[in-house]
T-cell receptor, first 111, second 112 residues
Framework: ELKVEQNPLFLSMQEGKNYTIYCNYS?????LYWYRQDPGKSLESLFV?????AVKQEGRLMASLDTKARLSTLHITAAVHDLSATYFC???????????FGEGTQLTVNP | NAGVTQTPKFRILKIGQSMTLQCTQD?????MYWYRQDPGMGLKLIYY???????DKGEVPNGYNVSRSTTEDFPLRLELAAPSQTSVYFC???????????FGEGSWLTVV
C-alpha cells in the first residue's frame, strides 16, 4: 500500500523567509503532484512532476522530485501572506489510475 | 468554463437515508474520481473510473456505490448514511494518467 508522508504538518513563518516542505512516499512512482487548498475551497493544481530530477517553478514556489529517494520538496522563497494555505502532495501509483494524498501542510505566513 | 461540476454543495442527511452526489465534467476526460476529505486531513480515494462502463474501488469504498454510464457523468451513491460519512466530497477528472487532475468545488455532507 502506497503511503505518503508530509512534513511539517504545520508551518508558521514570517514574510520574507524561505522554507521547504517535504513529501516522502513509500513505493516506486515517477508521478507526483502538488496542490494548494484555501480554507473551505477546492484544490488548485500547482505542479505536476513526471520524472526523476524534475524541477518546476511558479513565482515563489519551486517543486522538485527525486524518485530514487522517493522524495519531493516544495520550496518557498521570500514568503508572502498570500501563500497562506494548506499544501498537499499526491503520488500516482505506477498503474496510473490512483492518487494517494499526504496529510497536508498548513502554512501560515505572518507579516 | 464549467470544468468539474458537483451537486449539491451542501446537504444534511439523517442516519439511514440515501442520496446521490452528482458529478459532471465537460472536458471529455477519461478518468474520474471521488475523494472524501475529513477535517484537517488529506483526501482519500473512494472510487475511480478510467472510462465509461469501468469503475474500481479506491481506499475507502465501503458504504458507497458508483456508476459510469457516460464519459461526462460519475455519480456517487450513499446507501444507509452513517455519521462516519460526514465529510467533504470532491469529484475530480483527468484526461489520462500523468495529466493534471481537476477538482470540483466540493460537496459538504453532514449525517445526523
Amino acid at each position: 500500500e502506497l503511503k505518503v508522508e508530509q512534513n511539517p504538518l504545520f508551518l508558521s513563518m514570517q514574510e520574507g523567509k524561505n522554507y521547504t516542505i517535504y513529501c516522502n512516499y513509500s513505493t516506486t512512482s515517477d508521478r507526483l503532484y502538488w496542490y494548494r487548498q484555501d480554507p473551505g475551497k477546492s484544490l488548485e493544481s500547482l505542479f505536476v512532476l513526471l520524472s526523476n530530477g524534475a524541477v518546476k517553478q511558479e513565482g515563489r514556489l519551486m517543486a522538485s522530485l527525486d524518485t530514487k529517494a522517493r522524495l519531493s520538496t516544495l520550496h518557498i522563497t521570500a514568503a508572502v501572506h498570500d501563500l497562506s494555505a494548506t499544501y498537499f502532495c499526491a503520488v500516482e501509483e505506477t498503474s496510473g489510475s490512483r492518487l494517494t494524498f499526504g496529510e497536508g501542510t498548513q502554512l501560515t505566513v505572518n507579516p | 468554463n464549467a470544468g468539474v461540476t458537483q451537486t449539491p454543495k451542501f446537504r444534511i442527511l439523517k442516519i439511514g437515508q440515501s442520496m446521490t452526489l452528482q458529478c459532471t465534467q465537460d472536458m471529455n476526460h477519461n478518468y474520474m474520481y471521488w475523494y472524501r476529505q475529513d477535517p484537517g486531513m488529506g483526501l482519500k480515494l473512494i472510487y475511480y473510473s478510467v472510462g465509461a462502463g469501468i469503475t474500481d474501488k479506491g481506499e475507502v469504498p465501503n458504504g458507497y456505490n458508483v456508476s459510469r454510464s457516460t464519459t461526462e457523468d460519475f455519480p456517487l451513491r450513499l446507501e444507509l448514511a452513517a455519521p462516519s460519512q460526514t465529510s467533504v466530497y470532491f469529484c475530480a477528472s483527468s484526461l489520462k494518467a500523468g495529466n493534471t487532475i481537476y477538482f470540483g468545488e466540493g460537496s459538504w455532507l453532514t449525517v445526523v
